[in-house]
């Protein structure tokens, strides 16, 4: 572990201590989340506790022939439920829809942008992927992303790139590198300052992006209200209902990484719209579907939003509710089921165990 605090012993007790992974792009993101809270908070300190997670020190296997849900945040949630920790700055793509008994994602900021991007190697930089030459290979640790391009762009040849995304550019970058390019979340790259070398944005037409891709997620002990209350002030609403929506279709489904399962989503007014889908492997099956409903949303004129006639305090999918209307994030979860559903009606289950048995038996 490692951190940086410069009060005093007697001081120290009075210091948030959150954790995040060691890597470039999770420290940013952390740092983030803590400037933000110090806008609210201006005389508050905080440390950041940093680790290595079981999926930062296995780098030569797939994610999915790993095989483990939580690889990225088992060793923070313990250290959490310790008590060494007052919360976790999460990507929330790598949050289990299950959390552990106990914890909660306090708040949800603002999404950045969820799609895919390309990133060309010098060789291609002028090309997109459906003007690669056949044959070319396309780096991704993603399942998801894997048996879409199977799918939708056959003439390109798929491998595994595992590391931080410094890593990866750098296996791009490489003058021996057997990548024409590679496909990683725009998100990352935005956020690490990187945008210039965004080739192509992958509208979700063309690749459907992974559940809570894009958003950040602060966990904290859900009896923690000390630390529940301090993050309120960061929440965001249309990141909320969509995240909410999408992490229930992956619970429903039974989905993670061991399965090609995708989604999109938009909030329009009071109108929620995801859309779901399932792939085999080779991506020559595809099982998918939309769903849309409307939502009770608050007025802008100040009127309550409609009573919710469940009143027991819960968490939507791991999520605090917050300063939301329950009757709306009630809405986003029960869209999200609604969708799975109608992919389960459609053999999307055993598609995925397909999918499992393949991976597993190729360990």
């Known amino acids: 572990m490692s951190g940086n605090v410069t009060m005093n012993s007697e001081e120290k007790c009075d210091v948030i201590r959150v954790g995040s992974r060691k890597s470039e792009l999770a420290l940013i993101q952390t ?6 809270l110090k806008e609210y908070y201006p005389k508050k300190e905080f440390e950041i506790v940093t680790m ?3 999926g930062d020190k296995i780098l030569d296997k797939s994610l999915p022939k790993i095989g483990e849900k939580s690889l990225f945040t088992e060793e923070l949630e313990q250290a959490l439920e310790q008590g060494s920790l007052d919360f976790v700055v999460h990507s929330l793509k790598d949050l289990p829809t299950i959390l552990p008994a106990g914890m909660a994602l306090g708040v949800l900021l603002k999404r950045e942008d969820p799609r895919d991007a390309v990133v060309m190697s010098k060789k291609f930089k002028d090309k997109k992927l459906s003007t690669l030459p056949k044959g070319s290979v396309i780096g991704t640790s993603s399942l998801r992303r894997s048996a879409q391009l199977a799918r939708n762009m056959p003439h390109l040849k798929v491998e595994n790139v595992r590391g931080n995304l410094n890593t990866r550019l750098s296996k791009l970058d490489d003058k021996k590198s057997p990548y024409a390019a590679i496909i990683l979340a725009a998100a990352g790259l935005k956020r690490m300052g ?6 192509q944005i992958l509208e979700p037409d063309e690749i459907l992006y992974a559940v809570g891709q894009g958003a950040l997620g602060v966990e904290c002990r859900e009896s923690d209200w000390k630390m529940r209350s301090l993050l ?8 909320t209902l ?3 929506c999408e992490r229930s279709f992956l ?4 989905g993670g990484c061991s399965a090609p399962v995708a989604v999109s989503s938009s909030l329009q007014g009071e109108k929620l719209t995801i859309t779901g889908a399932v792939w085999s492997l080779d991506g020559q099956t595809l099982i998918t579907d939309t769903r849309n409903g409307k939502l009770h949303l608050p007025k802008d004129d100040g009127e309550p939003p409609r009573k919710c006639p469940y009143q027991e305090p819960r968490l939507y999918c791991g999520i605090v509710p917050g300063r939301m209307s329950a009757l709306s994030l009630l809405g986003a979860e029960q869209l999200g089921k609604d969708l799975a559903k109608s992919l389960i009606e459609k053999n999307a289950v055993d598609i995925m165990l397909e999918a499992r ?4 038996n190729s360990k």
Request: net charge neutral; charged share 30%; glycine share 2%.
């Open 52 to 54: 290595f997670t079981k």
């Open 194 to 199: 990187w945008e210039d070398r965004i080739s």
């Open 357 to 360: 048995n393949a991976i597993s």
């Open 31 to 36: 740092k983030h989340v803590i400037q933000c």
């Open 232 to 239: 309120e002030p960061l929440y965001d609403m249309e990141t």
């Open 242 to 244: 969509r995240c909410v």
């Open 251 to 254: 619970k429903t489904l039974g």
